[in-house]
């Protein structure tokens, strides 16, 4: 795991090429139809493969969501292909009704921003169920005020423009100074406060990068910016999004599992963001994390991408009990900020493969390549 200040760059063998993407979104137009309960009119939690077969498991409002988001971006004749039939704006609708008897923050965001993105028309009560939750007070998980203020600067009809305002600056104010990173609960307190995810940083890029967008803000805009550069200046010589940050000092705690959903749609979407504001530019870093999907070293060059199975399977984790390697560097981590406990990589080396895949990695992946970005995109070449 790199600690470099020099960006990761891609290696001059060919770039990604549109076929590749091209593959990922074939397996997501085969992968969500079979994700879609037809009885509860939702996208199921995940699949997983098991010795019967690949089974179906729970539901997901909230993945349900994000697959709206992602189905915007497509031709509109796909969205009933991937929903049973319906259109994208009947769930979308049956998800603000719920809204009344929803108490999770980033269920109600998500909502919001997958009504505006599909297009339906009468959005008050997500304006107001959001507005209720007062997500500008107490502790809050990060991803969750990044989905609220992505939601709220994307829907130019929102009445609550001071809301979204101070999303941006509890943010801003939440943004390690020496980092650049954000934590993991704005507000959060404990013993594993100073560990971060990837999704706790990229999610706040996404959205600050929106922020600067709607309303000319380079604060922003210049948080956004030096959160990526630093989880790039941070990732693995072969392409890997890392998982596990320390936000205080901006180093990796702990680097599995490694997502496929980080490398194809969540950096992505990040770091076109940031560019599409007009910040710099991250498409080699873009290239190389699609680089690791394609071919990762931890699979002596297999991929998850399961052209058989019509998945993209989740993630590489390591070989270990439990969330063990997870568990010992935030307690070593937690001692001294520069401390970890040694031999990890060959006490309980990576390599196993998780065998799911959830709804929302397809939405996503979606919405970080919608048709303008595939024309001209890095990875797209």
């Not at 609960?185 to 999704?199: N, W």
């Not at 890029?205 to 709607?214: C, D, G, N, P």
């Not at 770091?271 to 394609?294: I, N, S, T």
Request: aromatic letters at 8%; glycine letters at 8%.
């Amino acid at each position: 795991m790199t600690s470099s200040s020099a960006l990761p760059v891609a290696p001059s063998a060919p770039a990604i090429a549109p076929s590749f993407l091209d593959r990922l979104r074939e397996l997501a137009f085969s992968g969500l139809p079979r994700m879609w309960s037809v009885p509860q009119k939702r996208y199921v939690f995940r699949l997983r493969r098991t010795a019967d077969g690949i089974v179906s498991e729970g539901l997901s409002r909230r993945y349900t969501a994000i697959t709206l988001i992602g189905l915007a971006e497509e031709e509109p004749e796909v969205a009933p292909q991937m929903l049973g039939g319906q259109s994208a704006k009947e769930v979308a609708q049956g998800l603000i009704d719920e809204l009344p008897s929803v108490t999770n923050l980033g269920d109600v965001a998500l909502t919001l921003w997958a009504a505006r993105a599909v297009g339906v028309a009468d959005r008050r009560a997500a304006w107001d169920r959001l507005s209720a939750m007062t997500p500008d007070v107490g502790a809050r998980y990060t991803v969750e005020v990044a989905w609220a203020l992505a939601a709220l600067c994307l829907d130019e009809e929102a009445p609550a423009r001071d809301l979204r305002d101070r999303l941006a600056r509890r943010l801003l104010d939440a943004q390690g100074g020496r980092s650049s990173l954000f934590p993991h609960v704005i507000g959060g307190r404990g013993l594993r406060a100073h560990v971060s995810c990837f999704a706790d940083l990229v999610y706040p890029v996404h959205a600050l990068s929106y922020f600067s967008r709607a309303t000319g803000d380079r604060k922003a805009l210049d948080a956004a910016t030096a959160c990526a550069r630093r989880f790039c200046e941070l990732m693995g010589k072969a392409g890997q999004w890392w998982w596990h940050y320390d936000w205080r000092t901006g180093d990796v705690i702990e680097g599995y599992p490694v997502y496929a959903v980080h490398q194809d749609a969540m950096a992505p979407m990040a770091l076109h963001a940031v560019e599409d504001a007009g910040g710099p530019g991250f498409g080699a870093q873009v290239e190389l994390g699609m680089l690791w999907l394609r071919s990762a070293p931890e699979l002596r060059g297999g991929t998850l991408v399961d052209d058989a199975a019509g998945l993209i399977w989740r993630k590489v984790a390591r070989r270990e009990p439990g969330k063990l390697a997870r568990s010992l560097q935030a307690l070593a981590s937690a001692a001294h900020p520069k401390l970890r406990f040694p031999g990890v990589d060959a006490l309980l080396p990576p390599g196993p493969i998780d065998y799911e895949d959830r709804p929302y990695h397809l939405g996503w992946l979606f919405y970080a390549w919608p048709r303008k970005r595939r024309a001209g995109g890095a990875a797209a070449r």
